[in-house]
């Protein structure tokens, strides 16, 4: 049996440590096994800290309460995040974490929160790495650009994806350690680059028994071999276009591309790739959601992803548990009606509360 493979039979309840979560990298490692999940986990590792969470109650309006809170992720940074909890419901809830996009911020997350909130979720984003509250600027990404740069030089941290990965790990730390939360019914939700972030996560945090990654599911080696990856790069253009010229290169191809990510996410387009990563979330209900045009996430790249991840499902009998949804004529977008399939996905597997027949809707 290879360790890495489990299985969750229907109705069974999801490891609540985050000591658990390791157990199957740490039976692979004993055995000499390759296992992304393991090598992933171990690449992101660092000292824990005490989570010292702080929450507060902000606002409290007629579709939930918010709170704000802030917990110590590592000993250098703390998390600030968003909670926004149904009206009237003292009971545990199932949680949806909402991960944005380059760019963004918890803030940005707010929207789809309230519609999850309606339906019965404690609904949760927190800001990325260098991000909102966590910039000098409270906005955009150029501090998120710079710090993938200081990567690039051999700082020893992997903001680009990785880093925030660690993040939601120890979030759920912190979400678990409250008795309004159910520890068995966590869902991950992330746009682009919180959709990578979101589906890392879930292939890698056992906890996490429901992932909707959106505009973000590919082969990032199949866009370096195809020259597919100018879209995806553009994202951090400033940090990719100042290394190549500290490397002497006028014109960036696939194979510096590879080098560029060797230094700031390690494995990202090869051990780490989404065609190994995301089967890895089987037997766990998992909705992707891409544009057919949508040059980030290329239809051969994604296919190719789609492919291993069919594959996984199918081996665990699952193939109920997997979504699939292609918006047709769409970029790098989440249209509207796939945001209400993520939500009504998310309804179906996690189970909230019934508050109204047309709440969210």
Request: aromatic share 8%.
């Amino acid at each position: 049996m290879n360790p890495s493979r489990w299985r969750l039979p229907r109705g069974s309840r999801l490891p609540r440590a985050f000591s658990a979560v390791l157990v199957s990298a740490a039976t692979a490692l004993a055995f000499g096994a390759p296992d992304p999940r393991a090598d992933f986990l171990r690449l992101i590792d660092r000292p824990r800290v005490p989570l010292a969470a702080e929450a507060d109650r902000v606002t409290s309006a007629e579709d939930g309460e918010e709170f704000r809170f802030s917990y110590a992720t590592d000993s250098t940074q703390r998390v600030p995040g968003i909670l926004l909890k149904p009206t009237g419901r003292e009971t545990r809830l199932p949680v949806v974490i909402a991960l944005h996009g380059t760019g963004g911020s918890k803030q940005s997350m707010l929207p789809l929160m309230h519609r999850l909130a309606a339906r019965g979720f404690l609904a949760v984003a927190i800001d990325g790495r260098y991000h909102g509250e966590r910039t000098r600027s409270g906005r955009g990404s150029a501090e998120y650009q710079d710090a993938i740069l200081r990567a690039w030089h051999g700082a020893p941290e992997h903001p680009f994806f990785f880093d925030s990965v660690w993040d939601v790990g120890r979030l759920i730390d912190y979400l678990i350690s409250r008795p309004d939360v159910d520890p068995d019914r966590i869902g991950v939700y992330g746009v682009s680059k919180g959709g990578i972030e979101a589906y890392l996560a879930a292939a890698t945090d056992l906890r996490i028994a429901a992932a909707v990654p959106c505009i973000a599911v590919e082969s990032f080696r199949w866009a370096d071999d195809h020259d597919s990856w100018h879209s995806r790069i553009g994202t951090i253009q400033s940090a990719f276009d100042a290394a190549a010229k500290e490397s002497g290169i006028e014109r960036p191809d696939g194979a510096f591309l590879h080098r560029f990510y060797d230094r700031v996410a390690p494995g990202l387009d090869g051990e780490f790739d989404g065609p190994a990563m995301v089967p890895l979330i089987a037997p766990r209900p998992l909705l992707t959601i891409n544009g057919d045009s949508d040059p980030r996430t290329p239809m051969p790249g994604l296919q190719e992803c789609l492919a291993n991840v069919r594959k996984a499902y199918h081996q665990e009998g699952a193939d109920d548990r997997l979504l699939v949804r292609i918006q047709e004529k769409t970029g790098h977008r989440v249209n509207p009606d796939s945001e209400q399939v993520a939500v009504d996905w998310f309804v179906r597997w996690l189970r909230p509360p019934e508050i109204s027949a047309s709440a969210g809707r």
